[in-house]
């Protein structure tokens, strides 16, 4: 029994994950900012039907914050897609250049978004979500580690900026 759930508000350069497995007694739960390093805490439970019911509750609670059930990975067979989702950004860096969040820039925006996973119904602001040079090009790389990293892939695309690389990870369960 497992589930990987995000929570993403890009308004608040928020984009989270929450996992959680159970394994015989045990439920392992992993935590952090969407491509960066999670946190793990094992949960030793003494038995399976424990572990359950802790698995259960911190479903609950979890998506009663805001969390929605997505997938961990990106199946290998979509570099192309990977491929021109960075093409997309390459074009959305010239108008982020140049300041300009016209309607071009709003399509173009779109069309990424299609392609990298969002939760559903989530409202973006084009004047946030990719302020600067450094966004694009954050965003650029992680999508090309993907074309790099054996498969399985582990989604790493972050909505909105990176944090500082120095910045301790926040933690929250």
Not at 24 to 44: C, E, P
Not at 122 to 151: C, F, G, W
Request: charged share 20%; hydrophobic share 40%.
């Amino acid at each position: 029994m497992e589930i990987y759930l995000v929570f993403v508000d890009a308004i608040r350069n928020s984009n989270k994950f929450w996992s959680a497995i159970v394994e015989d007694g045990n439920l392992i739960v992993q935590w952090g900012r969407v491509g960066y390093q999670a946190q793990t805490k094992v949960h030793t439970l003494g038995n399976h039907q424990r572990a359950i019911t802790k698995f259960h509750n911190l479903v609950a609670e979890k998506k009663g914050k805001g969390y929605r059930e997505s997938q961990p990975e990106i199946d290998s067979c979509d570099v192309c897609e990977i491929e021109r989702a960075i093409g997309l950004l390459n074009a959305i860096r010239s108008y982020v250049v140049h300041r300009n969040f016209d309607q071009h820039y709003i399509q173009l925006l779109n069309q990424y978004l299609k392609i990298v996973p969002t939760p559903l119904g989530m409202q973006i602001d084009p004047y946030t979500i990719y302020r600067t040079l450094a966004d694009v090009d954050h965003q650029r790389e992680l999508l090309n580690s993907l074309l790099t990293t054996p498969a399985p892939i582990v989604a790493a695309v972050a909505v909105g900026h990176a944090p500082e690389a120095t910045a301790e990870p926040k933690v929250s369960r």
